[in-house]
């Protein structure tokens, strides 16, 4: 239970854990424990937004229904679905807002109902719309002539927002504003439609709220979480991982939102409403495992549309609908999460090369081809491209899976991940007796395994390092033994382990690298990277450390917040969350830790 103040401009820089996610697979809002709606993005994640107070503050736009005055607030998903319910309480009485965003006909809907349950509570209604990342202020009108219920629309170029409800907000200085009380047993139900602006408005949404929660619930039952430790966290993982796939496309956008600072008041900030190869391949092998392969039928038809074509093209990122162009730019029209600039959009890692995201590609695509979804002609046509391809270039350096802005290196993970995509593409002729290179990739798979061992470890401090011509170790080798490279008891993985807990541990968890030693080229320093502490989880079991295994995993388990949520990073120090949020990443190296510990225990 938290303290609350309707406070007009009271949203600017809440804590990121404040927040929880509502969507329907299409795009996602964060709802802030204050029970305004600081980010949306119109109609898909990659989209403009037109709520942006979270990178700013309201003015930036927002939607806000909370109490007048002191309240105490709680709140909770309903059952295991994405609808959000806030219980406000105040000393006059008690009221429930439950948001939604019904899923499955297409449309772009938002609905907000208000129910009071005992005394009469005052409630304060804002909306503040502005669209193109909170800079734009619409053109607002009221209309009747379109629909049977009064409305106010914002336009503003191709876009159109209509805002419908018993009890519609009055224009006050380029905001809507209104107080109203709310008495015991009533209700009351808001909606926001969003629509190209060239459009008739259509009706309102008639879907019942109880349609969508029923819908995800049926496919949460549907999940094999038997003896899987913390399995409601588990579970609320895989539907955020599967709410972050776009039900249309198939691609799986790495978090909904855009430069919330690894570092507060830093530079280090990005925007992930983007596919990644690495994580929705990663996502996929943890939906696949948790028993939902509709995903991953998805993923693999979205795959091939967005790598067909030279395979020299191959990018390590493209949008939701599988287009390569987004380029980074920076909107200095706002001010930043926590004063954090610049704020970017597009990402300029989209030229990167990154050697290891065919190895996580063609990871996934084994757990596909071995799970009830079975091999598709088009699907090995494509993965034969891509080995021949890393057959003819695999010795090139590369910037690693961080994303290094500094030099490129033979970092130890991609080469390990290169030896990966060798040893799956022989695993599926030996095993599915598919057809291929297979003398050559195999001679390739061990020439890459001897050299990692050769120059990708460290005698003298017996561990594995970051890169061939450095010391340092990353925690990205947690995953060598995760991917069969080495068999995760061999001294060298137990020594590789104890250095990184030696070298990256910070309150307990671990961060990525140590950024003083300048390896990304960047300013600034970061917080522990949540899913390199999931795959130390994973690391302790496969090397019999079970104990220590389990520790980690219900410290980082309780590191959620109120609704099961978890961000990139997170600042032990001061218990805060840290980075774009939710985060995949995160969410799916939860998963994997989880899967591993039932294996190693079972």
């Not at 439609?193 to 259509?202: A, D, G, N, V, Y």
């Not at 795959?303 to 390569?324: E, F, K, N, S, W």
Request: glycine share 8%.
């Amino acid at each position: 239970m938290s303290l609350g103040h309707a406070g007009y401009g009271a949203c600017v820089s809440r804590p990121i854990e404040d927040y929880a996610m509502i969507g329907d697979r299409h795009t996602a809002a964060l709802v802030g424990t204050n029970g305004s709606i600081d980010w949306l993005c119109v109609p898909r994640f990659d989209s403009t937004a037109c709520f942006a107070a979270i990178l700013g503050d309201e003015e930036n736009g927002r939607w806000q229904l909370c109490p007048v005055g002191e309240y105490d607030v709680t709140r909770a998903y309903v059952a295991n679905s994405a609808a959000l319910q806030t219980t406000f309480t105040t000393p006059n009485g008690e009221v429930t807002l439950l948001d939604v965003m019904p899923t499955g006909d297409g449309r772009i809907d938002l609905i907000r109902r208000v129910t009071g349950i005992k005394g009469t509570v005052r409630m304060h209604h804002e909306w503040i719309v502005r669209f193109d990342y909170g800079t734009a202020r619409p053109w607002v009108r009221r209309r009747h002539e379109e629909t049977d219920e009064p409305a106010i629309t914002a336009v503003v170029g191709p876009d159109k927002l209509v805002l419908r409800g018993p009890r519609l907000p009055e224009p006050v200085d380029h905001r809507h504003e209104d107080d109203f009380d709310v008495h015991d047993g009533e209700i009351l139900t808001f909606s926001m439609t969003w629509l190209p602006s060239h459009l008739r408005t259509p009706p309102p949404h008639r879907a019942h709220v109880d349609e969508t929660i029923h819908e995800e619930v049926r496919w949460v039952a549907r999940l094999d979480l038997s003896d899987v430790p913390h399995a409601d966290v588990v579970r609320r993982s895989l539907l955020t991982l599967h709410l972050l796939t776009h039900e249309d496309t198939g691609g799986i956008v790495a978090a909904p939102t855009t430069s919330l600072p690894e570092d507060f008041g830093g530079v280090r900030n990005w925007d992930y409403r983007y596919c990644w190869l690495r994580d929705a391949a990663l996502t996929i092998s943890a939906l696949i495992e948790g028993g939902a392969t509709d995903e991953a039928r998805f993923w693999r038809d979205w795959l091939l549309r967005a790598v067909a074509g030279d395979p020299d093209d191959l990018q390590i990122m493209y949008t939701v609908d599988g287009a390569r162009q987004l380029p980074e730019l920076e909107l200095d029209d706002l001010p930043g999460y926590a004063g954090s600039k610049p704020v970017r959009i597009g990402n300029g890692a989209v030229d990167q090369v990154q050697t290891d995201v065919i190895g996580e590609v063609m990871l996934a695509l084994e757990s596909a081809r071995d799970s009830e979804l079975g091999q598709t002609e088009d699907a090995w046509n494509m993965q034969r491209v891509l080995i021949d391809h890393l057959a003819d270039t695999w010795d090139q350096k590369d910037n690693g899976l961080w994303e290094i802005r500094g030099d490129l290196r033979h970092f130890t993970h991609s080469r390990v991940m290169v030896w990966a995509a060798f040893d799956r593409a022989v695993r599926a002729v030996e095993r599915h007796d598919l057809e291929g290179e297979v003398e050559r990739w195999r001679d390739l798979r061990d020439r890459v395994h001897d050299e990692v061992l050769e120059r990708g470890f460290d005698p003298d401090r017996n561990t594995f390092r970051q890169h061939y011509d450095t010391e340092e170790v990353d925690a990205s080798l947690l995953m060598l033994p995760l991917v069969g490279f080495i068999d995760g008891r061999d001294p060298r993985m137990l020594g590789t382990i104890d250095v990184i807990e030696h070298d990256l541990m910070r309150d307990g968890l671990l961060l990525r690298y140590r950024t003083e030693s300048g390896v990304d080229g960047l300013p600034g320093d970061e917080h522990p990277f949540l899913a390199c502490s999931f795959w130390l989880v994973s690391a302790y079991a496969l090397a019999g450390r079970l104990d220590d295994a389990h520790s980690l995993f219900d410290r980082l388990c309780g590191l959620t917040n109120d609704v099961g949520l978890l961000s990139e990073e997170y600042d032990a120090r001061k218990g805060r969350m840290v980075g774009n949020f939710p985060q995949a990443f995160s969410h799916l190296a939860l998963v994997q830790a989880a899967f591993t510990l039932r294996s190693a225990t079972t």
